[in-house]
């Protein structure tokens, strides 16, 4: 068994924040990292990819609703044409540093409304996926397992690295209950470690609800602001090793 474990980076200045994320890359295999569109700079963006070098972690974009007042966690009322320019110029923005840099990126993962927007909209994931994959047609791109951006992808021809989330609890309908309700973030490391196994192991995890339901993926997330990320993603990868799971980019 292998999986792809990451984090969503570099979306805080803080030397706190920067600490922590340097830190969590020594229990990820790839990174997703902001580039200016709900959070980063291009200095915060350097420091990222050279850590990454630095740790073997595969380096993708993270790009969102052009939306820094409310951290790309609310839907934005922009025209398509003008949403896709704003995406992949906030993704050129870290390709130019990462060519400066002589690193090579490997994927683009939407970040936060944008991400399950696409999720769910199957007229706004038929645009964006393929004007993604015309502007950067060697990157793969990664979404949330089943969902509506899946079969967009796929449909260009790109690869598309199905996500699931560690420390997020689902709906029945297999999408990510809204922060904003009760229960929607897993908070302990028992409950995330046993998200993670499940979902590794068993391609299942429990909804609001307790039911079961299937979920097939390659990607495992961990929010990095997520209060106690670091310790829960050093006790998931030793659990992982303990159960022979090898942590790996896709």
């Not at 908070?187 to 499940?198: E, K, N, V």
Request: charged share 20%; with cysteine; hydrophobic share 45%.
């Amino acid at each position: 068994m292998q999986i792809d474990l990451n984090a969503d980076l570099g979306e805080d200045e803080s030397a706190e924040a920067i600490a922590r994320d340097i830190a969590l890359m020594q229990h990820i295999s790839s990174c997703n990292i902001a580039c200016g569109g709900h959070a980063g700079s291009p200095q915060l963006m350097r420091t990222m990819l050279m850590q990454a070098v630095k740790a073997g972690v595969a380096a993708g974009a993270h790009p969102s609703y052009p939306d820094r007042a409310g951290f790309g966690r609310v839907t934005m009322d922009i025209a398509p044409d003008a949403l896709c320019q704003s995406v992949i110029h906030q993704i050129q923005a870290l390709t130019d540093i990462s060519t400066e840099m002589a690193v090579s990126l490997t994927h683009i993962k939407p970040h936060g409304a944008l991400y399950n927007d696409l999720a769910a909209d199957h007229a706004l994931a038929d645009i964006v996926a393929p004007a993604l994959h015309k502007a950067f047609p060697a990157l793969k791109i990664v979404g949330l397992a089943h969902s509506a951006f899946e079969d967009a992808v796929i449909s260009t021809g790109a690869i598309f690295v199905r996500e699931a989330f560690i420390d997020r609890r689902y709906t029945k309908h297999k999408r990510l209950v809204p922060r904003s309700h009760d229960g929607a973030v897993l908070h302990d490391d028992t409950a995330r470690i046993g998200q993670a196994l499940s979902l590794v192991r068993d391609n299942a995890a429990l909804t609001d609800n307790g039911e079961k339901i299937e979920i097939t993926a390659q990607s495992l997330c961990i929010h990095s602001d997520s209060p106690g990320a670091l310790q829960s993603a050093g006790a998931i990868h030793a659990a992982f090793v303990r159960e022979g799971v090898k942590v790996t980019a896709p």
